[in-house]
T-cell receptor, first 114, second 113 residues
Framework: NAGVTQTPKFQVLKTGQSMTLQCAQDMNHNSMYWYRQDPGMGLRLIYYSASEGTTDKGEVPNGYNVSRLNKREFSLRLESAAPSQTSVYFC?????????????FGPGTRLTVL | RKEVEQDPGPFNVPEGATVAFNCTYSNSASQSFFWYRQDCRKEPKLLMSVYSSGNEDGRFTAQLNRASQYISLLIRDSKLSDSATYLCVVNRDRGSTLGRLYFGRGTQLTVWP
């Protein structure tokens, strides 16, 4: 089992460009999440999908959109990248949302917006 | 006020030392509590859940004080491999916040030989 995979691992964009970060999990998890991690800020939730067919905003959703393509895949789109979106992006999944359900993280995407 | 506050450290300790990390959370509706570990330039991984009665996993002991909204992690007999950032995490588990984890900024630990 690969667990949670993310592509790409690294990306450099110019301001205004768009891109989609891909995430897939092979653990038959119902819930998936997108976080960003900035120095001194900790991880912050961007969007999540408690189950296939649903998505909800997290703490910092502005400038992003998501698609829960199927049970395995959850993508994050930046329509018009801004330097403030320079960050490390982590995708995570859990069997169910909430409770003591462990969240498993992918290896991250390091994004720089110039 | 941040949801979860941690002392960022860094903590630098010799092998074999005992070290303790503390964390406070602001929302009394928080239901579930965790410590995650993050190695440099890697993803976070669950170290242990924290239960109301306190719990132990080998050299690691976690405690929760709901009245003070305080969580702690104790590491005994530190190993070089314990060097990492330790993230305090809470989950409110209610209504619209179901499934949302709130992360502290992390406490950096370096264990030296």
């Amino acid at each position: 089992n690969a667990g949670v995979t993310q592509t790409p691992k690294f990306q450099v964009l110019k301001t205004g460009q768009s891109m989609t970060l891909q995430c897939a999990q092979d653990m038959n998890h119902n819930s998936m999440y997108w976080y960003r991690q900035d120095p001194g800020m900790g991880l912050r939730l961007i969007y999540y999908s408690a189950s296939e067919g649903t998505t909800d905003k997290g703490e910092v959703p502005n400038g992003y959109n998501v698609s829960r393509l199927n049970k395995r895949e959850f993508s994050l789109r930046l329509e018009s990248a801004a330097p403030s979106q320079t960050s490390v992006y982590f995708c995570a999944s859990s069997y169910l949302a909430g409770g003591n359900n462990e969240q498993f993280f992918g290896p991250g995407t390091r994004l720089t917006v110039l | 006020r941040k949801e979860v506050e941690q002392d960022p450290g860094p903590f630098n300790v010799p092998e074999g030392a005992t070290v303790a990390f503390n964390c406070t959370y602001s929302n009394s509706a928080s239901q579930s509590f965790f410590w995650y570990r993050q190695d440099c330039r890697k993803e976070p991984k669950l170290l242990m859940s924290v239960y109301s009665s306190g719990n132990e996993d080998g050299r690691f002991t976690a405690q929760l004080n709901r009245a003070s909204q305080y969580i702690s992690l104790l590491i005994r007999d530190s190993k070089l491999s314990d060097s990492a950032t330790y993230l305090c995490v809470v989950n409110r588990d209610r209504g619209s916040t179901l499934g949302r984890l709130y992360f502290g900024r992390g406490t950096q630990l370096t264990v030296w030989p």
